[in-house]
């Protein structure tokens, strides 16, 4: 048994192997009070996608993950540089509107 260390939860695997889920990218989402939906895709071509699984997830545990990978980009030296990259070209994508 392990912790999870955003939440403190107990973690329990019973033997069973988990799953992967290999995604290219979210092409869609959904934030509900209760649930909150995002449609997986893989690229099948150049910004081309197919949508491959929809995970559904509580929201405040979605929104646990996000706090917990922005915790994560904050105390990464490597991460934070790949955010910046990220940044700079959205930025320069809207420069070009």
Avoid: C, W
Wanted: hydrophobic share 35%.
């Amino acid at each position: 048994m392990t912790q999870d260390p955003a939440t403190s939860a107990a973690i329990v695997q019973e033997g069973k192997p988990t799953e992967t889920i290999y995604a290219d990218r979210v092409i869609h989402f959904g934030l509900g009070p209760s649930v909150s939906r995002l449609l997986l895709a893989t690229e099948i071509g150049p910004n081309t996608f197919s949508p491959s699984s929809t995970l559904v997830i509580p929201t405040t545990a979605l929104l646990d993950a996000l706090n917990s990978i922005n915790k994560h980009i904050y105390e990464s030296n490597e991460s934070k540089e790949l955010l910046n990259q990220g940044l700079e070209a959205i930025k320069e994508q809207f420069s070009k509107l």
